[in-house]
Structure formats: C-alpha cells, structure tokens
C-alpha cells in the first residue's frame, strides 16, 4: 500500500467538504485503491467563522506555505486569481501536484499552469472546475478520448436555469426570480458572475480547450447574460415551443470554433430543456459515439468535495503506477484553430410595432437586404406597455429566421431600429437545435 498526503488551501465551503469527505471516507478510498489518502495540513485565514464539519485542530494552520511543505498534493480552494496562480505556481515549482476548483483562473491563466507542470513533470486536476460534481472534464480526457468533438451545449450554472426555470414555469420576472434565488441561498448577494454569464463563459471556454485541442483567450469568448431578459419572450417563447437557457456552447468547424454563452431558446422537448431548477447537464456530441450528456449538481459543498477528490484519488493512482507526469490536456492539436466571432445561427427577433398593415413588409425587405430568411411569424394582439409609434399602442411581432450569421442580424437590425413604424429597441435570442 502507498500514501499520499493532502494540503489544502482554502477551507470555505468547499474546503469544508472536501475536508470532510477525506476524513470520513479515508477508509473507502483505501479500500477501493490500495492508497492511503492522509490529509495533513488545511490553511485559511479564519478559524472562527462556523462551519458545518469541525476540522481538527491539528491540521489547521494559517500559513499556505507550511501546506506545499507538508504535502505531496496541494489543493487551491481559494478562488479568485492573483493569490490562487501565486499558490499554485509555488506548488509547482517546489514539486507538488496540484488540484484546483478555479474555473475562472484556469480560464484565463490555464495555459501558464499546465506548461509549468508540464516543464516539472507533475498532475494538475481540475475536475471541480467544471459541473461541481458531474464528471465532464473525465469525459472528455478518458471516456470520449477517441473522439473528435464536434459540439458542447452546456447548461453550466445553477443560479441562472433556477432563475429562468421559474420565469418559465411561474410566470415570475427576472427581478423576482433572482429574489427568490437569493432568499433560498441558490445565489450569492452579489450575483454579478452568474447573471451576466462569466460563471458559464469560464467553465465552456475549459471545455473548449480541452475537447478542440488548443488554449483559446478567454476574451474571444461571446457572453451575454440573462439580467435584461423579459418574463414577455419566456412566454412567447413558450407558444413558439421553446424554452429559454442560458447555454453555453462550444462548435468545431474546419479550422474554426465558436464559443459562446448567451440566452438561447431550444425545444421544449430536447433533454437539456428539461434540466430545471439548480441543476447543470453537459451535452458532447463526438464523432462516433454521437450525443452523450452529462447531468448533476453543478455547485455545493458535497458534489464538488467528491470531483475534488476525484482528481486527488487519479493523482495517487498515477504516482502509485510510477507515472505521476502531467498527460498534455489542452495543446494537442497541431493544425491551426481561429476563433469565429461571425457566428451562424437561428434567431428569434421581438419587435413593437404598430398593428396596421404595411409592417411586416418593410421589416422583411431590411431582412431580405441581408440575406436574412424568414421561417415563422408570430404577431400577439396583446398592447405592449411601452411608448407607442406615433402615439399608438403597439404590439408584439416575433419573427423566427432561418440560419445566420450573426454581423448580417446585428447589421439589419441596425437598419430596423431606424424605421418609423418600430418602437424601441428589437430583442434578439439565439435558437438552437441541440442536434443541428
């Protein structure tokens, strides 16, 4: 039998769980790898702050540093960026193996990381970084190696679906639903990273990485967040067949990718439609095994303890088989991959309009300039509450449009907006099929 012994940084949320599940599942994850995982130091900052496991007094410390002494693998469970990449580079460079839950450091430092482990010959994992507790960064390196990636749709954060699951099925507005979300402690009291898509655009940009083979810069990422979103084309939507996610998607072309999170209507009868509530799910489309999904809690102190530990117990593994070096899990791929930031797709257009014969015409001749194809046309007599055209009531037009490309939409509506029979700004969702 082999031991390997564990610090942590970090002992938050969590922190505290993965503490916890060390301590009380010891004795499993001896039996079921022949490794004795000790957990030997646990640093932060504040040891009189509550927590829901008491960590023993003989692990805690304050001092990081005496955590990358003591251990062999050195858990960063600190979030954020500079301190985390200081930590984790120090690790490194001292000869640690490293496990992280920082989707957002990994994001945009990742590539810094894993050549520095490459250079030293050590593991980083990275497993919680994605999905909580829903092994989709496995998946993707072991269970779907064989493949090339063709698409992801991921639903990657917990607090927006909650959010729009209930402006879906309740009729709630946004700035209920997120009241709701707060009250029941689904989001934090600064909800910023999660309502307007960072959280997402983090977790789908590693994903990209790893499933196309290059490091792509966070900032070629398209985001877009839900916090302008109107209870009005969750319903119209809803008519239509569609439900509204934020979805993060990742797309392989000849020599190009999209990558994108943004409020997106799919078919209410799709899988990843029915994902509700807090719930994450991952769809990977590979080019043999075809579609496969992945679903789970994407966020709390258990689920991301066990994909924490996860990566702990794939490190003992590795070191106990005399095989402890970093397996290259980005840069593999050796044919040159750009960024589309021109990206094509369906779209679903909400106009305020006057409602009097003549409009749908003028809309569609803007649309027709652009090559814009036209597949559904949706008018609700309902009067819209805004400021009229001219000083009369307007009311809601959807079209739904054939594939485009995104500079041609941005493009026409431009020129829409223009028009004298159009009242304020046009709302614009993306339509995905999960299989297109």
């Excluded at 070629?220 to 993060?248: F, H, N």
């Excluded at 930031?341 to 009097?356: K, Q």
Aim: aromatic residues 8%; proline residues 3%.
């Amino acid at each position: 039998m082999g031991s390997l012994r564990i610090g942590i940084v970090g002992c938050g949320v969590v922190g505290t769980g993965t503490v916890r599940l060390l301590i009380e599942n010891r004795e499993i994850l001896r039996k079921k790898t022949g490794i004795d995982f000790e957990l030997v130091k646990v640093a932060d900052l504040d040891w009189n702050r509550e927590r829901e496991f008491e960590v023993p007094k003989e692990l805690r410390t304050r001092n990081w540093e005496e955590v990358v002494d003591f251990s062999d693998v050195v858990v960063e469970l600190v979030g954020g960026r500079d301190f985390a990449k200081k930590l984790i580079m120090n690790s490194l460079e001292s000869g640690k193996h490293v496990v992280t839950a920082n989707k957002h450091l990994l994001a945009l430092e990742g590539e810094e990381i894993f050549l520095k482990a490459q250079e030293k010959g050590l593991r980083v994992g990275f497993e919680a970084s994605v999905g909580g507790g829903i092994p989709v960064i496995k998946a993707l390196r072991e269970g779907l190696v064989s493949n090339r990636i063709r698409t992801i749709y991921g639903i990657l954060n917990g607090t927006t679906n909650y959010i729009l699951t209930r402006m879906f099925e309740e009729n709630l507005s946004f700035d209920r639903a997120l009241a709701e979300a707060k009250e029941k402690g689904y989001a934090e009291a600064d909800p910023t990273l999660d309502i307007d898509g960072w959280d997402a655009a983090h977790k789908i940009n590693i994903l990209a990485s790893l499933a196309f083979g290059k490091y792509f810069p966070f900032e070629k990422v398209k985001v877009e967040g839900i916090r302008d979103l109107d209870r009005l084309d969750v319903e119209l939507g809803k008519e239509l067949g569609y439900t509204l996610k934020l979805l993060a998607i990742a797309k392989r072309f000849d020599g190009e990718v999209e990558i994108r999170v943004h409020p997106t209507f799919i078919h209410s009868e799709e899988a990843l439609a029915k994902v509700s509530g807090v719930y994450n799910a991952v769809m990977i489309e590979g080019d043999f095994v075809g579609n496969t999904m992945y679903y789970g809690k994407g966020a709390g102190s258990l689920p991301t303890a066990s994909a924490v530990v996860s990566d702990i117990v794939d490190i003992g593994r590795a070191v106990a088989s005399g095989n402890g070096g970093e397996i290259t899990p980005i840069d593999w791929e050796s044919e040159p991959v750009t960024v589309r930031e021109n990206f094509y797709s369906r779209y679903y257009l909400r106009f305020s309009v006057p409602d009097r014969p003549g409009v749908l015409a003028s809309i569609s001749r803007v649309l027709a300039d652009f090559n814009i194809s036209i597949a559904a046309v949706l008018q609700k007599e309902m009067v819209c509450e805004i400021a009229g055209v001219k000083n009369e009531p307007v009311v809601p037009l959807v079209i739904l449009t054939h594939k485009a490309y995104e500079r041609d939409i941005q493009k026409a509506l431009s020129r829409i907006e223009d028009l004298p029979v159009v009242a304020g700004k046009p709302v614009v969702i993306r339509v995905e099929e999960e299989a297109e």
